[in-house]
């Protein structure tokens, strides 16, 4: 963070500098993180600051001093670092005051230990061939190793004190010096063998230019003693010098003298005036003692030192800043008189008092009364307005006029705000939130008398070149008093600029800055002016629009220059943004312009120069001279990418594993002169639809990244502002995990299709069973029928037919009981037809009792008192368990199975004994029916019966709808035995509790909670 802030410079010399460049100085100290013992210098390709000091290197980006740390742990040689070079190829070259070398590229170390000697400096060749003046001699490097260059390259064997190319790419260097003469040498380009240009000089060095190369001057051959043919001598000679010294780039020469700690710049034209002298006449001095290897032309033209105190930075400004004689550091207004001179209030420190300053060709004279800092305001009638304390002082001629404020608002002077005059002679004058007043003929009226000027707080008033007078308040509104009318606009008329803060223009459109933004006025209607940095556009307090259309602004962010073409586009396109110049305090402005009061901020002297106030300074700029500022794009770089915190080293073909969950990206662009401006965007393509902007380079993160290629984007902006073409890129792949790969998901999609297509058949083969299971409901339905009358009418048809036997009998000899027996008949036949209905209709016609036992045993005592036997059957019904409520439904088909086999027993098997057992118990009902009688046909078990008898088949089918299992069992003159179970889950009307689970209650018990 830059701590010590731009100051002007102290001038040891008289004579200012020539053209209309100033000179500014910045400076970091160890207080500012600068090193101290700054001892050399270099600028990379990246636009990076890097400076070493004994105790390591640095990396400086204009704002922040970061010391280098390898971000793959590699090591330099030694903390003792004497010289650095940047080649053109990229990279930093670090040489060491204990000898060897090491490249830094891309964040790698690589070393080259050596018995070199001190590293003095470095230089490089049309080719990239690298080459080094050490305390051992002169050194190459020819893209793989370093080698001496010794006798078989004619070179003394003596140290290279400095080594440098000149403009025609010959390659000179001074060898000798400690004691020994210092003889010059130098290398024709494609030759290997040096050759003398003179011996036993007496110089510290050559004189370089911006870009560190040579100085050469055809009028130096005649230092040459070199005694060849003329055609082997070079076209020109270096300019060797008792002095350390260069060219910056605008040809200003600046000089280390030997012993004496101070450098001086002379802005003169004939360089060779100055070669070696110790104090050319009309240079400037500035008290800082640099390192021989600690200074530097950046890419921007600013000049850097290095010093024991830390770094030092000198660059040119367009503005000149006005000097008082006394120190001035807070409000000023500014009024312009008269052939270029302007009245200038300055005060606000100690109080509303200021001093009034009239200012001549650069000379600031004290000027009474005193006043304050209000506002200065020049009338139309070419008298002056300035505020006082409880007064205005009015400046006709030579003389200083009291008046009076308006006694209701004596006492709030420091509440002055803004003044204007009008066509009729009056002045308007605003106390802010206090009210606004007009005077005229020495007469105060509230408003002027008017009830349609609005009552908020004005900030600024104008009047401008059709006499109209425009009144700015806060929050968007503007009044304008034209002639006798007065009309007033806000949102909702385009206004959108908040507070009012400058209003100017020289015709019918006037231009309304205020703390959002600028907009124009022209015939009723608003247009803004877009930027493409809106915060170029932000506070503006100052206005001006000079005589070729540019409009010179001055806001919070200090001052921007619009040309006239960028205007003209942004109001023919809304759409537009402008770009301009933009200076601010890395230009050497003292301060930002003010909010409030003193308004305006910006002003047109009568000889064209423009005056800007800022807080703690006033500056000047004389528009006719100034040529435009070149803001150079800031190099824009890729510095690192990481993934899950692991570094990679950034390559072509750069791959990141599997289940990457996290990828980070570093960038930068860098600008010594105002790293404040520049802005970044960026897109991740594949992943961000729209750059993204921000205004700081920080590291971008992406999260849970699918696997694929990805290239990220980054590009940078000016000085200014505008947006560079030049893209930085890096290409990195996302490696997929085995289920992620092609093969795997083709394998997975391969199975989807397989699966669907098994969807597909095992849907057939629903829609098969359903059609299946429909077409066996019908057969079902048939087939139940078909039991339900065997099992019902049938049944009772064959009862009927042996009642009607017994009848037959009977009728004879017994008529009465033929009567009764068909009596019987005949109810029975109603019941019959009322089963047979039911069994159509699939109706269900319960037990006689829920009790299973009892219902068997009533149906078998029906069953036997319908028989024909003379022997009687005796049947016994036997239980076991506990009997349980049965499901209606499934004790209807047991009570069904039942009597079938029942009906069997006493109709066919001629059986004396009928046993039915029924089991209760956890797991099933179980019904066994046993007889003694004949037994059944095995042919007729295994055909399930008889042909067109359905007994067997039915008790099958029944057993098989309530989940259970039947088994019938017979043999000749053995009997027969039927046997059904059915499970508990399927009979039971309530779900059982085992005897199990009531153990393992029994065993542990629910324990009762504890109340505490």
């Not at 940078?716 to 998901?745: C, M, Y």
């Amino acid at each position: 963070m830059l701590v010590t802030g731009v100051r002007r410079l102290s001038l040891a010399g008289q004579t200012p500098p020539s053209g209309n460049l100033q000179v500014s100085h910045d400076s970091w100290t160890f207080k500012d993180g600068a090193p101290p013992d700054v001892n050399c210098l270099a600028q990379t390709n990246d636009g990076f600051l890097w400076l070493c000091s004994p105790n390591g290197l640095l990396r400086f980006d204009g704002t922040r001093f970061e010391p280098f740390r390898s971000q793959f742990g590699e090591q330099l040689l030694s903390t003792k670092v004497y010289s650095l070079f940047a080649p053109r190829s990229g990279g930093l070259w670090v040489g060491y005051t204990l000898g060897g070398f090491s490249l830094l590229d891309n964040g790698r170390v690589t070393n080259y230990a050596s018995e070199t000697g001190s590293v003095l400096n470095f230089a490089e060749d049309r080719d990239g061939i690298v080459w080094s003046g050490t305390s051992s001699g002169l050194w190459r490097f020819d893209h793989s190793a370093w080698q001496h260059i010794g006798a078989e390259w004619n070179v003394p064997d003596a140290p290279a004190r400095q080594v440098g190319f000149d403009s025609q790419g010959i390659l000179w260097a001074l060898v000798g010096g400690g004691g020994a003469p210092t003889d010059l040498i130098y290398l024709m380009p494609g030759l290997r063998r040096f050759k003398v240009a003179r011996r036993n000089l007496s110089v510290e060095g050559f004189t370089w230019n911006a870009d560190r190369a040579v100085v050469t001057d055809p009028t130096a051959s005649s230092m040459s003693d070199f005694g060849g043919r003329p055609e082997e001598r070079p076209p020109v000679y270096p300019v060797v010098t008792k002095t350390q010294q260069f060219v910056d780039r605008t040809g200003s020469l600046w000089i280390s003298p030997a012993g004496k700690p101070v450098v001086m710049r002379l802005p003169r034209e004939n360089l060779q005036d100055a070669f070696n002298k110790v104090a050319p006449a009309g240079s400037e001095t500035y008290d800082i003692n640099p390192f021989e290897n600690a200074w530097l032309v950046d890419h921007e033209g600013n000049i850097w030192f290095g010093d024991t105190t830390g770094i030092h930075r000198f660059f040119y400004t367009p503005f000149v800043r006005q000097e008082f004689p006394k120190e001035e550091s807070a409000d000023f207004a500014v009024v312009a008189d008269d052939n270029g001179a302007v009245w200038i209030s300055s005060g606000g420190r100690d109080g509303p008092k200021a001093d009034l300053y009239y200012v001549v060709a650069g000379k600031a004279e004290r000027r009474v009364p005193e006043v304050t800092t209000s506002f200065a305001y020049r009338a139309p009638d070419k008298t002056f307005w300035f505020s006082g304390v409880g007064c205005l002082w009015h400046l006709v001629g030579g003389d200083f006029v009291r008046v009076d404020l308006p006694h209701e608002v004596v006492n709030q002077f420091n509440f002055l705000q803004t003044i204007t005059g009008d066509k009729h002679g009056g002045v308007w004058v605003s106390f802010g939130r206090h009210g606004l007043y007009r005077l005229a003929d020495g007469i105060w009226t509230s408003y002027g008398g008017r009830d349609d000027l609005p009552k908020g707080s004005m900030l600024v008033e104008f009047t401008d070149s059709s006499s109209r007078v425009w009144f700015g308040y806060m929050k968007n509104q503007l009044a304008v008093l034209d002639g006798n009318s007065v009309r007033v606009f806000g949102p909702i008329d385009g206004l959108q600029v908040g507070n009012i803060l400058a209003i100017y223009g020289r015709g019918s459109e006037i231009w309304i800055g205020g703390e959002l933004g600028l907009e124009q006025f022209d015939h009723g209607h608003f247009r803004r002016i877009a930027a493409v940095d809106d915060e170029l556009l932000r506070g503006i307090s100052g206005i001006v629009e000079s005589p070729d259309g540019d409009l010179w602004l001055n806001g919070i962010s200090g001052i921007f220059h619009i040309r006239k073409a960028q205007i003209s586009q942004a109001l023919k396109d809304s759409t537009f943004r402008v770009t301009g110049e933009h200076f601010g305090r890395r230009e050497g402005l003292p301060g930002v312009a003010a909010q409030l009061r003193p308004l305006p901020t910006a002003t047109e002297g009568t000889d064209g120069r423009l005056w800007f106030t800022l807080r703690n300074g006033v500056v000047w700029l004389d528009p006719a001279t100034y040529t435009k500022k070149q803001a150079m794009p800031a190099p824009i770089k890729i510095e690192s990418i990481s993934a899950d915190d692991k570094d990679y080293s950034l390559g072509p073909r750069l791959s990141l594993p599997a289940h990457t969950s996290s990828v980070q990206i570093s960038y930068s662009a860098v600008s010594l002169s105002d790293p404040e401006a520049i802005r970044f965007r960026y897109k991740l393509q594949g992943t961000d639809n729209d750059w993204h902007e921000v205004a700081a380079a920080r590291p971008v993160n992406y999260r849970n990244l699918p696997p694929g290629a990805y290239q990220f984007n980054v590009s940078a902006s000016d000085t200014n502002g505008a947006w560079s073409d030049k893209v930085a890129t890096v290409e990195f792949t996302i490696l997929p995990a085995f289920h992620q790969t092609l093969w795997f998901r083709s394998l997975c999609l391969i199975a989807l299709l397989a699966m669907l297509a098994g969807l597909y058949q095992l849907r057939l083969r629903q829609l098969a069973r359903q059609y299946d299971t429909r077409l066996e409901g019908r057969v079902g339905e048939r087939t139940r029928i078909a039991r339900e009358l065997h099992d019902t009418l049938l049944q009772s048809f064959h009862g009927l037919l042996l009642q009607l036997q017994t009848a037959y009998k009977l009728l004879p000899e017994r008529p009465a009981e033929a009567q009764q027996a068909l009596g019987t008949v005949i109810e029975d036949a109603f019941e019959a037809i009322t089963e047979g209905r039911d069994a159509i209709q699939g109706l269900r016609t319960p037990t006689v009792c829920a009790d299973l036992a009892v219902a068997i045993k009533s149906l078998g005592e029906d069953l036997s008192a319908q028989g024909s036997q003379e022997s009687s059957v005796l049947l016994r019904v036997n239980v076991a368990g506990t009997p349980q409520t049965l499901r209606p439904l499934v004790r209807d088909e047991v009570y069904r199975i039942a009597g079938e086999s029942l009906g069997n027993a006493f109709r066919h098997a001629q059986a004396t004994q009928i046993e039915v057992d029924l089991y209760y118990d956890d797991r099933q009902l179980r019904l066994r029916v046993r007889d003694n009688g004949k037994g059944i046909d095995p042919q007729f078990l295994r055909e399930e019966g008889r042909a067109g008898h359905y007994g067997i088949q039915g008790m099958r089918e029944r057993a098989k709808l309530t989940g259970g299992h039947l088994t019938v069992w017979s043999a000749p003159h053995s009997g027969t035995e039927v046997d059904l179970s059915i499970p508990a889950s399927r009979v039971y009307a309530a779900p059982q509790v085992s005897q199990r689970r009531s153990l393992l209650r029994r065993l542990f018990p629910a324990r009762t909670p504890i109340e505490s």
